[in-house]
């Protein structure tokens, strides 16, 4: 078992030099001719007009919670799914219950227009 | 001491005794599959399995977007690259050449490292997921007990990257599409994980090997029957919520050329281009041969009788047809706009996937320890009793939404169409 482990943390140390590798070919292969127009920022051709980091939506912020709302639970189906067939018939009806209330929680959010992309 | 290889008894054997031997080979004991004792061996023997997955699946996703631009082309009615070697089949390493040439320009206004790391980071989740795919009974580099977590949750890890990718690139259009790709990725996730709690449900296990056993003739687990026979909506969703996560069309807005440039990754040139194309091909391809895994029952064959053909063989077939209805969407199918597609995700997935859960957790509690055939009609009548809720639902929607549109475009339609009998009578 231990030694599946150590080779998911291998496979990631060699999966990390995969993109280094290509890299350092790529610098030993391609030109470099800097030039000011050519490493500017791209605007479709234009001028850039203020700066990059501009001030984003609230809606992300907005999604994002939503998504963590329904990652934990998630988190709480997979181990109730994977131990499923040895629990009693009332472990259905508890999780039904945890469902709906999480689905009272997405269809208050809809109404309240919180899954509007605007 | 090396052991001689075992002569094979019939063609599925050769797999066994070829993982057997290669273990013996590295820890100087009798071949058994998995067994290795000494940390040397361990070691020896991951870096070997992980340089066997990454020549394999390098060579797939170079042959996969040769596939790509062959099947789109011939689904466009044109014939896609032919001219680089036959059939166009040198075009992938010609394409690998011109971004190994290609000049590597960095804006001057980039953070450099968020910048460079996000190229660099947005491949090792695309490949460290194919470590639980498994291409035949023996042949699963690792077969962790949670497996089936641990793919989707080095997915998820894939999303940072891409946030830094657009950040870091110090571009107003590479910052909102970075956001918008955010956004649909981990809208995209819970669908994606929410549609496979039914499978987990009747398989028990989250190993990939256990799901596998679950599913075929070969196997002593509940159902016996291929998990997409069971969960049909399941799978749907699972490949409508794949497909946006991989960001390819119809849900390929974050990168789409006419829409935002290229989105996040507009200021990236050369090499570091190409490890995002990289990394969206290996996704496609483990995402895949994970849904064949949990739904087509993996290295099973689908009658008992035809056991004789090699389990990988079974394998690669499903995954390769997985990689072709993703091709065929994506050749098919017109973009979503942005808004649609959250909209379609969380108002339309999300639904769905919850019902789906609960209606197959209820039948599994039913039918739990009856037949197969008896557990397959069961599954097949709520089925279909989901499907008809969903289309009368969608109708109801529409001449919902049809009503609302005759207060206002109908009296201007039929003036038109009156006008036009009177010019043509």
Known sequence: MGENWAFVAILTVIALTIPILGILAAMVLAPKRPGAIKNSTYECGLETVGDAWV??????????????????????????AVAYQSLPLLAL???????????????????????EWI | MLHALPLAESLAETTTSLSGWLTGLFSGTAPEPGASSSAAGIIVASILKATVIVLIVQIGMLYATWGERKII??????????????????????????MLTKEDITPTAAHKWVY???????????????????????????????????????????????????????????????????????????????????????????SMNGLIHSQGPIGDAFPGVW????????????????????????????EAESEIIAGYHTEYAGIKFGLFYLALYFVTISASAVGAILFLGGWQPPFAFLAGIPGWIWMTAKTLALVFVFMWLRGTLPRLRVDQLMAFAWKVLVPISLVNLMVTGLLAKLVAGRAPLMVFGAFTVANVAMVALLIWLVA????????????FERPAVQAVGAALRRGAA
């Open chain 2, 227 to 254: 998990f997409i026979l069971l969960q049909p909506i399941g799978f749907v969703i699972f490949l409508l919520a794949t497909t946006a996560e991989i960001e390819r069309t119809p849900f390929d807005i974050p």
């Open chain 2, 116 to 206: 460079n790391l996000g190229a660099i980071l947005v491949v090792p989740p695309a490949i460290i997921g194919f470590a639980v795919v498994a291409l035949d009974r023996n042949l699963i580099a690792a077969d962790l007990s949670i497996g089936a977590l641990f793919f989707f949750a080095i997915g998820s890890t894939a999303v940072m990257p891409i946030f830094m990718a657009g950040w870091g690139s110090r571009n107003k259009y590479a910052l909102l599409g970075a956001m918008r790709a955010v956004a649909q990725v981990v809208s995209y996730e819970i669908p994606q994980v929410l549609s496979i709690v039914g499978v987990l449900l009747l398989a028990g296990t989250l």
């Open chain 1, 55 to 80: 001030q984003f939506k609230v809606q992300y912020y907005l999604y994002a919670l939503i998504f963590v709302l329904f990652d934990v639970e998630t988190v709480f189906l997979y181990p109730w």
């Open chain 1, 93 to 115: 009806f508890e999780m039904i219950i945890f469902l709906l209330i999480l689905g009272i929680g997405l269809v208050y959010a809809w109404r309240k227009g919180a899954l």
């Open chain 2, 73 to 98: 082309g011939r689904m466009q009615d044109r014939l896609g690259p032919n001219r680089v070697g036959l059939f166009g089949l040198a075009q992938p390493f010609a394409d690998m050449i011109k």
């Open chain 2, 396 to 407: 109801g929607w529409r001449r919902f939404n049809a009503a609302r549109q005759i207060t």
